[in-house]
């Protein structure tokens, strides 16, 4: 019997682009559910021009092992490993967060930061691989991660038990490509203080009274952030949320998320941010974070902040 082929998506390289998935009826009988982790050092550019190539590399593969050590030992497999991160499986959502909380673990043993995204969902496995949407789903929550970040999405959180779901709280609904409906994403905590998340009450008065929106623009682009869209993702990549035409910006170049009535971007680039609110002087921001403020202009890579050039998006908050 001929069946058509289903698209790989978890790539040796580790790729984070989403792209399309083939479906066949007759593959769904292979189909397991899985949960998905994929981890990456942060900033490893960097960190190979701070300490020098060979260093750098001894301390990747040193870092590596420690993660395939970390992913076998609660409970899972690695799937692939390459350049500066690995993809691993594991049968259930507890196991998946328990390596990720072992692997934050280990950090500052290495000077490093990781990025963790974790989704639970139907794959295929062939070949030494896996394929499926679902690893297309969990690479979006990785690169969306900030350094030393875990994001998981509801489908691991509605699995998790008590004590691994109390280190959870919603995070943002990220809008992903190829998808009709954001997908809800969720903070998975290194630790229980109470000081570094907000509780349900408190999650719930927000999300009564918060009434802020924030427009982006840029080239035919619009988008509006709110409760209902509360993390974008800006740079060169395909998959991100606004995606910038300009070789001055970085492909992750920027990220910007709505929290306690306020928009908080953060940059994450080479050639730095630059933002404009009024009549105000640009101010520059490099690996920093600063809240949008009224309407203005947010440059990646340029200082001259001019509407009509093509690394200028334009915002404007208001109230709903």
Do not use: W
């Not at 593969?61 to 390459?82: I, M, N």
């Not at 409906?181 to 229980?192: A, E, F, G, K, L």
């Not at 740079?235 to 910038?244: A, T």
């Not at 080479?270 to 809240?291: E, Y």
């Amino acid at each position: 019997m001929h069946t058509t082929p289903l698209k790989k998506v978890c790539y040796s390289s580790l790729q984070t682009a989403v792209l399309p998935v083939r479906t066949d009826p007759a593959l769904s009988a292979l189909e397991k559910p899985l949960a998905l982790l994929f981890v990456d050092i942060a900033d490893s550019t960097m960190l190979y021009e701070r300490i020098g190539n060979v260093t750098a590399a001894i301390l990747t593969q040193k870092v590596l092992a420690h993660l395939r050590r970390l992913v076998e030992t609660t409970g899972g497999g690695v799937v692939k490993s390459s350049g500066d991160g690995l993809l691993g499986a594991f049968p259930s959502a507890d196991d998946s967060a328990r390596a990720a909380l072992a692997m934050m673990a280990i950090q500052e043993e290495y000077g490093i930061r990781l990025r963790i995204g974790i989704h639970f969902g139907p794959v295929i496995e062939g070949a030494g691989d896996l394929y499926g949407d679902a690893c297309n789903v969990a690479a979006r929550a990785q690169q969306i991660a900030r350094p030393g970040e875990i994001l998981a999405t509801e489908a691991v959180v509605q699995l998790l038990s008590p004590a691994l779901l109390a280190r959870s709280r919603i995070l943002s609904n990220v809008a992903m490509k190829g998808k009709a409906t954001p997908i809800r994403v969720h903070q998975i905590r290194t630790s229980n203080d109470a000081d570094e998340s907000l509780d349900s009450t408190t999650l719930g008065v927000f999300a009564a009274t918060a009434m802020v929106t924030l427009h982006l623009s840029y080239r035919g682009q619009a988008i509006l952030m709110s409760r209902a869209l509360t993390r974008v993702t800006i740079g060169r990549e395909d998959s991100s949320g606004l995606r910038i035409v300009s070789r001055q910006a970085s492909r992750q170049h920027a990220v910007i998320d709505f929290s306690r009535e306020s928009f908080l971007l953060t940059d994450h680039s080479t050639n730095g941010t630059f933002i404009r609110s009024g009549g105000s002087p640009p101010v520059a921001l490099r690996r920093d974070s600063t809240k949008l403020v009224g309407s203005g202009l947010i440059g990646f890579g340029a200082e001259a902040l001019d509407e009509a050039q093509d690394h200028v998006v334009a915002f404007r908050g208001e109230l709903a």
